[in-house]
Each structure stands twice: as C-alpha cells, then as structure tokens.
C-alpha cells in the first residue's frame, strides 16, 4: 500500500533543477508526480518515477544527495470536496500530515494526491476504514 | 599624556635592570610554586641560579597554549585559589577553554596598565567612554572598564551588540570615547547614517580599537568616517587582556609595550630562535610582575616585529608593529577567537558523525561572518525541509553555546567543497585583515 | 555572617535618628541642585526644613518613571557628570530609556550593599562565585561582581547565556556560589540533568537569585534540584541595582531592606496614600545616601509588604514579602523589564507591519520565552518561502534590536488573536507567577 518516492537535496542555484530532469531524461526515466519545497538556501525535490532504483542510481552517480521514502498514494474523484474527504477523517483521528502534493489524471478524471504522515501505518488504516482508495506502488510507476 | 611618568620615561638601563630584578623573582617564584614549570625548567636543565641576565632569559624553555591546555584549569596557577579574586577565560583549540587567573593585586595592575592606555589615547577624567567590547569571561570589557575607573572617566557599560542602541546612547548620552573591536567602529558607523545621525557630527573625539587585526586603510576609514583619532590596543588573556601595548596619541605608530610588566621577545616561529629588532616573528611574552597566572616565554602566535627607535611620545618603552598574521590556525571573529577544531567538534558531538564541512570567514559590509557549510550526505539526508533546517539550526545553536558567535549554517551538496590532495582545506578566509607581513 | 553588622543590627530607635539626619541632607541636597525636584517641592508647596520628623514624608512629592522620560537623559542627576564614573540604563531603544548615574563614592556603597546581600545569602571569602547575570548596561552583573570583589571572594564573570559552558565552569572551576535569575538556577538544573551530571558532584553550595519575581515553591525546587540554599535579593536601577534588599540564610523569610540607605514605604497605589506595616500595596523608596542620583519617594510599581519581626540571624532591619505583582503592565523576561508598548512602537516602526499582535510569554521548561504573534495581513503573505522567511526575519531582528532581548515573532493568519473590545488582547502571560495579593491592586 505505500509508494517509494525519490528525493533530492538541491542547493539554491540556477540550473540545478534543468541537470536533474536532464539526467532522468537522458536515461529514460518518466516522471510522474514531483513537488519542490523551497528555503532560503535550499530545496528538496520529491519525485515518483517509472524506475526508482535506476533514477536513484544515476542521481547517486551524478553527486546528488538522494534519499528514499515510502508514501502514501490515494485517488479521489476530480471534483469539489474530493480533498475534504480524505483529510476530514484523518484529522479526526489526529493524524499529522508532514506534506502532500497532487496532480490530476486527465484520462480517468480522479486526482491523485501523494501524502507523507507522520505515522504511515495508523493513516493507511484510517484511509482504509474510510473507504478511500489507496493505490499501490505499481499502479502509481506506471500511471 | 602619560599616566604614570616615572615607569613609562625610565631610562632603558634602569629598566632594564628593573626587568632582571623582576623577571629574576618570577622565575623563582615559578619554580617554587608551579610544578608544570620546575619540570620544564629541570628539563631544561636550568636553575632560577642560571638567570644573571636578560638575555639568560632565552634559555627557559616557552610556553604554549598546549601547555595551559593540559594543566586545565587551575594548574598553571602560582598562588592558592584562596587568594585569587577573579577568573577569566578565552578559548581553546578544544571545548575547554584557557583559565586565567587574578589576585587582588593583579587587578590592580591590570588596572593600571589600562589606565596607561587609555591615558596614551588621550582619555581624562572628564570623558564618558562607550565600552562596547563584550564584557564576560572575555577579558576586553572588564579590561577597558576598570582601566577607566582609575582614571575616574565616566563609564557607559554597554557591552557588544544593539547596533541601534549604540548609537541612540552615543548621542543622547554624550560619549566622547568609543572602545571596541576596529570593525565594528566600522560598522557603527554605517548604522548611524542609516539612522539619519552624522557620525561626524556626534562629540566622539577618540575610538580605542583592538582584540581583532587591522590596517592602516582601516584606520584612515575611521578617523575620517567618525571624526576622531583611532588608537590600537593590544593584549591577550593569557597575559594579562589588554593593556600589554598600546599606540600613543602622538605617533600613532607602533604600541609601546609596558615593559616594567612584560618582557617581549621576537623569534623564529620554525626554529624558535631569537630574531633581531626590526624583523618579524613570532610574539613571545614573558610576564615579570603577574601574581596568579606568570607566563614564562609564552608564544602569542601573534606575528609582528619590535621597534627600538625612541618615540615623539618620550616613552622609552619599546614598541610593537601592528600585528600581521597568525602561526597557527586561530580566527578571530568579531574579536571572538575560535580555532577550527572548535567547529569540527561541535559537528561530531551535534550529529553523531562528522560531515564533510568548509568554514567561510567575510566581512560583509563592516562584520564579519562566520558561514559553516555542511555537506548533505545520505547520512544526514530527510526528505523533510523541517528536519534538515532543525538539522541546521541545532548547529548554529551549539557554535553559539559553546563558543558565543553567531554562525550560519548552510547545506550545501555533496562534493561541492574544494578538496586539495584528497584532503579538504577547512578555513576560507576572504578578509582582508593583514597588510604586509608573512 | 553579617558583613556590617554596626548598621544591619542597629538598634531601631537609633536607626530612626540617622535615617532623619541622612534623609534632611539629602533632601537639602536635591533642592538645591535638582531642577525638578525643586520645582516640585515648590508647587506642592512644601520645603527641605518643614520635614521635621520621617513621618512627615508623606509631605513630599512622588517621583515615578515619567520624571527620568522628562528629564533624559541627566537631568535628575544632583552632580557634574565630572563626578559620575558610570551610568547605567534600562534596555531597549524605544521610547527614553532609564538613566542613571553614579559618583566614586555611589560605587563604593552599591559594592558594600551586595557584599552584604552576598554574606547575608552565605557567601563567604573563600568562595568561587559564578555571576549568570548579563554585564553591561543592566546593573544585575555589575552590582553583585563589584559586592563578591569587597567581601574577597573569587569572582567568576561568566555572564549570561551559554548553558552548557556555564556548566562545564561551574564543574571544572569549583563553582560554590551562583548568582542569577531563579528561572535560569532552574534551567542549569534541567541542562545538568541532560548532560547527565549529578549536582551531588559540584561544589555549589549557595545560590542567590532576583531581578524576577519568584515563588516558594520554585525556591524549593531549585534547592531541592541543585541542593543548595537558595536566598532571594530585590533591587532595581533607578534606585541602585541589587543591593537594596537581600535575604538572610538563616531565615530565608522576607528581605532585610537596608533601611540605612533606603527609606522604605508602602503606599495604596489608587489614593497614594501610606499603608501601615503588614499591608500589601506598591513599595516607595527614598534612597538616603546617593549622590549621582537621589531618588525621593520613588514609586516601584512592585506589590509588596513590609514588616519588622525578630530574625535569627540577629539583624534588625525591617523585611519586605517578596514582591508579587506589579501595579503596571510591566513584564519581567528573563530578568529584563519589557512594557507592551514598546512592542507596539517596535511593529509600527516596520513598514506594514500590521497593527494587531499579542504578546504571549511562557516558560519553556524554565527559561521565559517571549513571542510576538502577528497577524499577516495580506501585504505580509508571500507565496515563497523565503520571502516570507526574509520577513519574518527583518521583524525578529527590529523587535530585538528594540526591546534588547530575544524574541520570536510567528506570523498568524488575520483575525484569529483573540480580542477584547475589538483589539487583541496585547499580553498572554502563561507563567506561573507569585499572585498572592489582593485582587484590588492588581490591574489587567
């Protein structure tokens, strides 16, 4: 039920970010969801791929810092509300989100939403008890 | 001026055989009371017998910041702790610092020697002096204030830091002394225009700057800056803190060391031997009438020459350059003194395991910065911004705890540090602090 | 041991006739040479000689905190500033902070008032005293340095601030006695705690504490926690520092006001008018010695009470309760005197800053924190961290820089502050604070 998800450490300069999407591109890694946190003096990019292992491998090669985490994936319905439903109960429960970010699947009209918790194992179960559908690692590579 | 008349214009041959009486008793003292000291000296193979003269005085063997290191914290005093009234502390290569040690007399003395140099400034009786150097174990501000209670000049406590407060203070107040490092003279300055006062229009008629190095550039900046005669002091807390030279107001050139209390020798850092008047080298200083703490041939690490010539002043005391550089690694930030491996410790002890790190020393505007720059290895890596700002944060809390200065912390990426033959070079310092020298 | 026990255990008939004599002098002295003092005196109509006896006090004038803002910075000094050696000041840069001065002599009575507060407290000449007040313009460091150097004992400067540095001295050094703020003894305890050391291991001995008020319970906590004898002490800058009153080991019930340079008062802080020993209300010193500054009926805004008992440790100076509450709006923050609006003038000097904040101090563990929380309008919101971080950044910096101490602004979403009467309500003060006065006298 969890997703690994890449992460970067990224210093705040110009064209750090280009030279992470060149060096995926060059090695045939599809993206398919990433969000960028930024600081004042540096950034974390978070990315869901097609083939952690290899991207991990060639950022590694390339001198990046890069780490890996296990998230949660849930869709919803693209529509008013969708992201309420999801949060109301988790929140009831006190479940602590440490960040999320989305995207929209335009060919099956849901949105999928990445989140990270505090605690992984009582979220899934909260979700699951809620009847939200979490998507496992395969469905999300291969979106 | 001269403060006391009688010690400052004694001829050199009285002197000098005042300084043998003196350095004679010290050693003797040391020898009876220190224990580091006579296993130093048997070593040696010397007696306190064997000084008959002053220049005997290179056979004793220095003595180094190691050494008081070692014989932490209290080893290296030559009376019972009973008798000393007050401690003070500068730092160390290490978490410990170097204890200093005074008795009641030393005091005395300190205050006197300050009194000398406030006097040499041009300070009187009727001036209130802005003492903004950090008062604490740090010996600059207790230094300079009770020098200035000797002489019975009014003193503002201000102590470092509240740039704005400085300056509302130095106005409304009426200062017409300033005592702080010579950088942030500078940038006192900068905040007074930035507040809408003149610094030239403020009663300030004289600044007395030490406990960092500086140039004559920096001197002109600030005479012309602030309108006033800037005075250079020297000292260390080792020796007594400041107060062991200082620039007369008349020349401005070169600091009369107070030679009835010190006795200062120039060598070869490499070698140790003893250079001649004129050449730079190596500071070394031994203290002739310190009660407490004596420190026999001490090596400041401090590089400068010594200049016989007399003076337009009437001092017969010798004088030093100003101070051109370091023989050892030591920074001085904004008159805080911090050895490199200082900063390595506080890393290891903050996470565990020591990152690869790069210290960066500016001076940005008129301060100095310290950035430390750590390098995000898998080791220390989370995907979350707050753990890695916690991460950074924490660090600077313990450079502050420990060594009292404000650093930054930056997360830089892997390997983006310079490396020489595999190794990485530790310090960037792109100041420009000395003109001249080796 | 009592460092002066000629005036501390004075008998109280004859202390009476010398507070008369000092009080004529230094009443004959202000009149003469202080401007406002005269102008006072004169529009309340009475003269130096018409006070006749130490009752007829109640004659003269108060003085209060707006007579130093109008007479900023030296005015209400009774020499030439050739005969003041220091000055001290109360912190921050908004609004006129508090001036005063002191001649050679000022200095040599403050140094042997501590050194009593000192002996009274269990100091002794052969101890080691660590000094955790901040230095500087703030009289707590200076004060009690000068009293350890009188009474012979070995000082150690460290200042304020760094904990564990503290520490290690304290160990390494052979710390006996440690001066600071209550609070602070408490977080060396917890710091020592986390550094595993056992406070059995350390020499202290002694501990004693002022500039904030404090309570029983936390006395028997900080002994208890650092076992030591812990021992209060009172004073503030306008009328010396520390200094003016001090606790007794023996009893450690209530502060033995040095009656001999201080003439002591309660008064109804509503009416002015003066209360009878044992009831609470807002302390008034008159300082009978000073030269630098003298203050006459000087109003301290702390709620005390004062009252005479035989002590045990034979001295027989009258006793004030520990001062619990003020009769303003005064927050003590680590031993630093803060008033919320020099906050409020601090925000406004910031380009956009809004108008709407809170003041919300607690204890984190034992150390007084003290936030600003501020409503971001939407001139104050940026989409990018750290712009908005740069924000957040150039007010913790003004706020600090203001009021001298450290701050943490939090920015806070608009109309969530919690209000009365359509402004936020300035000051949350979570601290567990002594309140053990009647309701009527505190205000807020």
Not at chain 3, 209 to 231: C, N, V
Request: charged residues 30%; proline residues 5%.
């Amino acid at each position: 039920m969890k997703v690994e998800q890449i992460s970067v450490f990224l210093e705040n300069r110009a064209g750090r970010l280009a030279e992470v999407a060149e060096i995926l591109g060059k090695n045939g890694i599809n993206i398919r969801a990433l969000s960028l946190a930024d600081t004042t003096d540096f950034g974390i990019l978070r990315l869901i791929v097609n083939d952690r292992e290899k991207a991990k491998e060639v950022l590694k090669e390339a001198g990046f810092t890069v780490g890996i985490t296990e998230v949660v994936a849930v869709e919803v319905d693209d529509e008013p509300g969708g992201l309420a439903k999801i949060l109301t109960p988790l929140s009831e429960e006190g479940i602590n989100v440490e960040y999320m970010y989305a995207f929209v699947e335009k060919s099956r009209n849901k949105a999928v939403l990445i989140f990270r918790f505090e605690n992984t194992d009582k979220a899934i179960e909260v979700l699951a008890k809620n009847n939200i559908t979490i998507l496992d690692g395969e469905q999300v590579y291969s979106l | 001026m001269i403060w006391n008349d009688e010690m400052e214009t004694l001829p050199r041959e009285a002197l000098e055989a005042l300084q043998l009486k003196r350095l004679k008793q010290v050693v003797e003292r040391v020898y009876a009371t220190v224990p580091f000291y006579r296993k130093k000296f048997q070593e040696a193979g010397i007696t306190p017998d064997d000084i008959k003269s002053l220049d005997d005085l290179k056979r004793l063997p220095f003595t180094t910041k190691e050494d008081l290191r070692e014989n932490y914290p209290f080893g290296m005093f030559a009376v019972p702790l009973k008798q000393v009234v007050r401690i003070h502390a500068s730092s160390g290569t290490t978490g410990k610092p170097t204890v200093v040690g005074y008795t009641k007399r030393d005091i005395e003395t300190w205050s006197e020697l300050m009194a000398r140099s406030l006097y040499a400034a041009g300070v009187t009786k009727e001036d209130i002096i802005q003492n903004a150097y950090g008062y604490g174990l740090f010996t600059g501000g207790l230094g300079v204030h009770y020098g200035a209670e000797k002489i019975g000049a009014t003193v503002i406590p201000i102590s470092g830091g509240h740039s704005k407060r400085q300056i509302m203070i130095m106005k409304d107040f009426g200062a017409t002394v300033l005592t702080c490092t010579p950088s942030y003279a500078l940038h006192l300055a900068e905040v007074a225009e930035e507040m809408g006062v003149e610094p030239r229009s403020t009663i300030l008629k004289v600044g007395i700057f030490g406990a960092e190095p500086w140039t004559e550039e920096m001197r002109r900046e600030i005479e012309e800056l602030w309108n006033i005669k800037a005075i250079d002091i020297y000292g260390l807390s080792e020796i007594i803190g400041p107060g062991v030279s200082i620039e007369c107001e008349e020349a401005q050139n070169g600091l009369h060391i107070f030679e009835d209390h010190f006795i200062p020798e120039i060598i070869d850092p490499e070698t140790g031997e003893n250079l001649p008047y004129g050449e730079y080298g190596e500071l070394v200083i031994t203290t002739i009438t310190k009660e407490a703490f004596p420190v026999i041939r001490y090596r400041t690490r401090d590089i400068t020459r010594l200049i016989k010539e007399p003076c337009i002043c009437g001092r017969t005391f010798v004088r030093m350059d100003r101070v051109r550089g370091r023989t050892d690694d030591m920074l001085i930030i904004r008159g805080v003194n911090v050895f490199p491996s200082q900063i390595e410790e506080i890393l290891i002890s903050t996470k565990g395991v020591l990152p690869h790190y790069m210290i960066i020393v500016d001076r940005e505007g008129t301060l100095d910065t310290l950035e430390v720059q750590v390098e995000v290895d898998e080791k220390i890596f989370s995907d979350e911004v707050r753990k890695l700002q916690q991460l950074a944060r924490k660090i600077e809390q313990n450079i502050k705890e420990t060594i009292g200065i404000s650093a930054k912390v930056k997360l830089v990426e892997p390997k983006t540090l310079q490396r020489f033959e595999g190794k990485a070079r530790r310090v960037i310092d792109k100041r420009k602090l000395f003109n001249g020298g080796k | 041991m009592i460092f002066e026990p000629e005036f501390e255990c004075m008998p109280p008939d004859e202390l009476r006739i010398l507070q008369l004599y000092r009080l004529k002098r230094q009443l004959r002295r202000v009149y003469e040479r202080v401007k406002p003092y005269r102008e006072k005196m004169e529009k309340a109509g009475v003269k130096p000689d018409d006070i006749k006896s130490l009752e007829d006090i109640k004659y003269l004038p108060f003085t209060t905190k707006d007579d130093f803002r109008e007479n900023y910075p030296y005015g209400l000094f009774a020499t030439d500033m050739e005969e003041i050696v220091r000055v001290h000041s109360s912190s921050g840069t908004t609004g006129k902070p508090t001036v005063v001065g002191y001649t050679k002599r000022d200095l040599e009575t403050w140094a042997t008032l501590t050194a009593r507060v000192l002996a009274a407290g269990g100091v002794r000449k052969r101890d080691i005293v660590q000094i955790a007040f901040g230095y500087g313009l703030f009289t707590g460091g200076f004060g009690l340095h000068y009293g350890v150097e009188k009474l012979g004992a070995t000082v150690i400067p460290v200042s304020s601030g760094q904990t564990k540095r503290q520490i290690m001295i304290m160990k390494d050094y052979g710390t006996t006695a440690l001066v600071c703020t209550p609070s602070y003894a408490l977080h060396i305890a917890e710091t020592l705690e986390e550094m595993r050391i056992d406070p059995k291991e350390l020499k202290l001995r002694v501990g004693l504490f002022g500039a904030e008020p404090w309570t029983e319970s936390m006395r028997q906590e900080i002994e208890k926690r650092l076992h030591i004898d812990a021992t209060d002490n009172y004073g503030l800058s306008e009328v010396m520092g520390p200094g003016v009153s001090g606790e007794c080991i023996e009893a450690k019930s209530g502060l033995h006001i040095f009656e001999d340079h201080f003439y002591p008062e309660i008064i109804n802080p509503e009416t002015g008018k003066p209360l009878p020993e044992g009831e609470w209300g807002e302390l008034v010193i008159t300082t009978l010695t000073k030269e630098g500054l003298p203050l006459i009926r000087y109003r301290t805004r702390d709620i005390t009470k004062l009252y005479r008992e035989e002590c045990p440790c034979g001295r027989t100076l009258i006793k004030m309760a520990k001062p619990s509450g003020r009769t303003d709006d005064m927050l003590i923050i680590r031993g630093v005197n803060i008033f919320p609006s020099q906050v409020e003038e601090a925000l406004l000097e910031i380009e956009g800053a809004s108008p709407h904040f809170q003041i919300v101090v607690d204890r984190k563990g034992h150390l007084d924190e003290m936030e600003v929380w501020v409503e971001a309008s939407e001139h104050l919101f940026f989409d990018s961290m750290r712009k908005q971080k740069e924000l957040l950044d150039r007010i913790t910096d003004h706020l600090q820089q203001s009021l001298g101490i450290k701050v943490k602004v939090k920015l806070v979403e608009p109309k969530t502050l919690e209000r009365t009467s359509g402004k936020a309500k300035r000051v949350i003060d979570r601290r567990d604070l002594p309140k053990y006065v009647p309701e009527k006298y505190l205000k807020n």
